[in-house]
């Protein structure tokens, strides 16, 4: 006969990995997280075609291969808004981070944007939170960081959960396109991944986005 107490511990250790995923998942729903403003132009199925507001962004470039440019910039660009500014100012960590393995024009750059810069390497950039102006954001102690004003800009987005593998991102890319063909939406350059969240956020409970810029 089981003791009483022998199912209790059972039954801890079973529940641990959900109390896990609920501590987790808290933030993605007891706040928001800041993001760029944007307005909904037009939806269809999964699709978004969205307005972008102008906002601020601290970007690096950083050489080398797209899968290694986020970790050898995300230190750089955090140190910035977690303080390393003239300023010593701190600012709450927006969303998303993107990546793409394509030029980018600087007028068409999503929140977050990873791209290859002019004359190889990366582009990477953090959006800073709404509000924040060219003229009140402090200047960069680090010398590889730079603020730049995005001007407004047009995307068509996909939203989906899952892994970040490619080909999780190659079948959504698919039926991204596939939609927008179907609609008569035409679209430039190259598409960006969007990440919502952290590494250890559950696949399940991911966010993620594929953008493709409006002609």
């Known amino acids: 006969m089981t003791h009483p107490l022998q199912n209790q511990t059972l039954l801890a250790i079973l529940l641990r990995p959900l109390l896990w995923i ?10 928001a ?21 102008p906002y601020v962004v601290a970007e690096v470039v950083t050489d080398g291969a797209a899968e290694d440019a986020g970790n050898a910039a995300f230190p750089i660009l ?4 977690f303080g390393k500014n003239k ?6 960590m927006t969303a998303p981070v993107t990546q793409t393995a394509a ?13 290859t810069a002019p004359g190889g390497g990366q ?23 730079q603020l730049r004003l995005v001007p407004a800009s047009q995307w068509a ?33 190259e598409p960006v991944l969007a990440r919502y969240n952290a590494p250890f956020t559950p696949w399940f ?5 594929i953008w493709l810029a409006l002609r």
């Open 87 to 92: 300023a010593k100012k701190t600012f709450d």
């Open 157 to 189: 987005a996909l939203r989906y959960s899952g892994t970040w593998s490619q080909a999780n991102y190659d079948e959504h890319l698919a039926l991204l396109r596939a939609a927008l063909m179907t609609e008569g939406v035409v679209t430039q350059g």
């Open 103 to 115: 030029p980018v024009k600087m007028a068409m750059t999503a929140p977050v944007t990873q791209a």
């Open 123 to 145: 582009l990477i950039q953090f959006v800073l939170p709404r509000g924040v102006t060219l003229e009140t954001a402090p200047e960069p102690l680090d010398p590889r960081v």
């Open 78 to 81: 955090a140190g910035y808004i």
């Open 33 to 53: 997280i800041d993001e760029p403003a944007y307005d909904v132009l037009r939806a269809f199925g999964n699709v978004e075609l969205r307005q972008y507001a």
């Open 205 to 209: 409970l991911r966010r993620n986005e």
């Open 22 to 31: 609920g501590l987790i998942a808290m933030p993605l729903t007891s706040h």
